[in-house]
């Protein structure tokens, strides 16, 4: 984090890559990047773009639903205790296809993208922070439906669960800005993304939120981003012992998993959550995925949004 301050506070611009846990960190220059690092976010991108001309293959093997049950009806527990109100479950699943990593790179459509050599590659429709002329600004994301669905987006927006879901995610992205700035305010509230997912469509549920941070916000901008990781979205609350729970019950390391990436551009800085993730390990892929858990979850609707969830966005 040390290093994202320095380079901030001289203006330099850079490209930074932090882990879920904020144990491993990548912090390049954009003058230095090299092939190794391929990303694009908010119209910055270091590639061209490149047609992929091959049948594609992509097959996904989720893990049993006996396995999803047993950490579903853990975390259910959890809440019961008042130990969590909401907590973002994920697994890893195993997926094959006939692409490589760079060559998902670079046939997926999505708002943020970003490929670290033989480890990731990851294409996100969720924005972390961005900052701009000293105001900070926040975009949970939460609440998912099949866009064919007739009234999709009425059924979403009036589904309770997914108001209460969003409200508690909302509430505390409010109090983690309240840690870095003042004024806070809510902008906009449960508004509509449309996201690709392979050959469906999505809507999702996203809000704005934002604050006001002091003038010499760059000299700090590493404890900044410390203070507010890992993102409510893809944690919980209340945020310390929801981790708590996390660790215990998935019972894998999500590494680069729901983390962030982002660009410091010498003046402004933009973020994305690494959600939509394809790992490698060794000559295998896993395809990590997950989605938020409340009180008035349905295990089978909360199994199948993981599944959902596991595409290519082509």
């Avoid at 050599?117 to 900052?131: L, N, Q, R, Y």
């Avoid at 309240?178 to 809507?203: C, H, M, N, P, Q």
């Amino acid at each position: 984090m040390d290093k994202i301050s320095k380079l901030a506070e001289s203006r330099t611009p850079f490209l930074f890559i932090i882990s879920f846990d904020n144990r491993d960190i990548v912090v390049e220059e954009l003058s230095n990047l090299s092939g190794e690092i391929l990303f694009e976010i908010e119209g910055f991108k270091n590639y061209s773009n490149r047609d992929i001309k091959k049948e594609i293959f992509f097959k996904k093997k989720p893990i049993e639903f006996i396995e999803y049950k047993r950490a579903f009806n853990q975390i259910i527990e959890e809440i019961k205790r008042g130990n969590t109100y909401l907590l973002n479950l994920s697994f890893k699943s195993k997926i094959e296809t006939n692409l490589t990593l760079k060559e998902i790179f670079h046939i997926s459509k999505a708002k943020y993208k970003i490929y670290l050599k033989d480890k990731f590659v990851c294409f996100s429709p969720e924005k972390f922070i961005e900052i701009e002329d000293n105001q900070i600004s926040t975009y949970p994301m939460k609440g998912t439906i099949d866009a064919s669905i007739k009234g999709a987006e009425e059924i979403i927006l009036n589904n309770k669960k997914e108001m209460a879901e969003h409200i508690m995610i909302v509430d505390l992205m409010r109090n983690d800005l309240g840690k870095v700035g003042r004024d806070i305010r809510v902008e906009s509230f449960r508004y509509i993304d449309r996201i690709k997912a392979g050959k469906k469509e999505l809507l999702q549920v996203s809000s704005k939120i934002t604050a006001k941070l002091e003038p010499n916000w760059q000299e700090s901008l590493g404890d900044i981003l410390k203070r507010l990781l890992p993102a409510g979205s893809i944690s919980g609350t209340p945020k310390k012992s929801t981790l708590d729970i996390i660790r215990r019950v998935e019972n894998y390391n999500r590494g680069f998993y729901t983390g962030i990436f982002g660009v410091f551009t010498g003046t402004s800085l933009y973020s994305a959550v690494m959600i939509r993730f394809i790992e490698k390990k060794g000559d295998r892929l896993f395809y990590k995925s997950g989605g938020g858990i409340t009180l008035d979850s349905d295990l089978i609707d909360e199994y199948q949004e993981l599944i959902d969830k596991i595409y290519i966005p082509i």
